[in-house]
């Protein structure tokens, strides 16, 4: 039989101070407005434990106990693929007679795991993520002073729409970038549009916008010399001597970044050239390379538009435009990050940093 309404403590002190005064039970019942029988279990539940509060409710019994959701918990963390499996993948695999809403409630209020979009992540080689923490270790020591002085330069490509596809996964907030949380990405290939620009701390290069090669061919070292490193990279990374007595420069490991763009740099070396060229920068890194965020700012304002650019003529008026916009502080703060990307790189073993 359901029990009924609680008397409030208030009323079950009067019980138990008419009781200690002589009052019979069904003279305090009378005077309280409750049954003989209420005031009777309220003194006795007072003698037998000294509290004035009611005895506790069990309640439903829960469908999951506390057996069951560490159980549900050892098998979502297990590996990369359960953790992407549905409520009804899960309640299939543990064999459990409930409905996806009490699941749901499980994992996420008792357990704790959040059900979030697997962030998109290089996939690092063992060799990769070695290169990575060896290389985070040997300028662990540099700070913001010595990031400033670097030119980070790379290359985007964008088309006028993209359909990417979400993944979920079960995961706690810290382990957002655990490698079994994320979803790999690989290196784009050319796209409708293709720039190039450079950065440092409080400068930005011109926007340069690479030549199409016929029949969609790709970027060769000979047209990297011609249309960026001999040309503005150049005129760059001379501003930057002039203005700083001395600066770095950071360049990826991209095929066209060698051959006579190689000797070149060397050619260059006589007069102070120096820094990370394609056979030294950790391959696969863009979480190293602050230019990669500026990109992703410039994508996000862009997809952020009303009227999105329907060709390749209107996508690169819009990428220039939003491009001149940009923020130098946004980019100050980028090179700044240097320091703390690197120790989030060597926290992480050589993984994926968060950047």
């Avoid at 079994?180 to 950065?199: L, M, N, Q, R, S």
Wanted: glycine content about 8%.
């Amino acid at each position: 039989m359901a029990r009924g309404a609680e008397l409030p403590e208030t009323v079950r002190a009067q019980v138990v101070v008419l009781r200690e005064g002589g009052l019979s039970f069904a003279d305090i019942g009378e005077k309280l407005g409750i049954e003989k029988s209420t005031a009777h279990k309220t003194y006795k539940r007072f003698k037998d434990s000294d509290d004035y509060s009611s005895a506790p409710r069990p309640g439903q019994p829960k469908k999951i106990d506390e057996r069951d959701a560490r159980i549900i918990k050892r098998h979502i963390l297990k590996d990369r693929e359960t953790r992407r499996e549905t409520l009804g993948e899960i309640k299939n695999a543990l064999n459990l007679p409930v409905c996806n809403d009490t699941l749901r409630k499980t994992i996420i209020n008792r357990i704790g795991l959040q059900h979030r979009i697997a962030r998109k992540t290089p996939w690092l080689s063992v060799q990769q993520k070695a290169a990575r923490f060896e290389f985070a270790k040997r300028y662990s020591e540099w700070g913001e002073e010595e990031w400033r002085r670097v030119i980070w330069s790379d290359e985007m490509a964008m088309q006028t729409s993209a359909n990417q596809g979400r993944v979920w996964v079960w995961r706690y907030p810290e382990e957002e970038y655990l490698e079994d949380c994320c979803g790999a990405t690989v290196i784009p290939g050319f796209e409708k549009v293709k720039v190039w620009a450079a950065i440092r701390y409080e400068k930005k290069s011109k926007f340069i916008m690479v030549e199409e090669k016929p029949e969609g061919g790709k970027m060769t070292a000979e047209d990297y010399l011609a249309q960026i490193l001999d040309g503005e990279l150049f005129d760059f990374w001379m501003e930057g001597m002039e203005e700083c007595g001395h600066v770095l420069v950071m360049e990826d490991g991209a095929p066209y970044h060698r051959g006579v763009a190689t000797k070149r740099r060397e050619e260059l070396s006589a007069s102070g050239w120096e820094g990370w060229g394609p056979l030294i920068w950790p391959s696969n890194s863009p979480d190293l390379n602050p230019i990669e965020n500026v990109w992703h700012v410039l994508r996000t304002n862009i997809r952020k538009k009303k009227h999105q650019p329907k060709n390749k003529t209107e996508l690169i008026e819009v990428l220039k435009e939003e491009w001149e916009k940009l923020d130098i502080n946004v980019i100050n703060r980028l090179c700044d990050s240097m320091p703390r990307r690197l120790a989030a790189v060597r926290a992480a073993k050589g993984g994926a940093s968060g950047y």
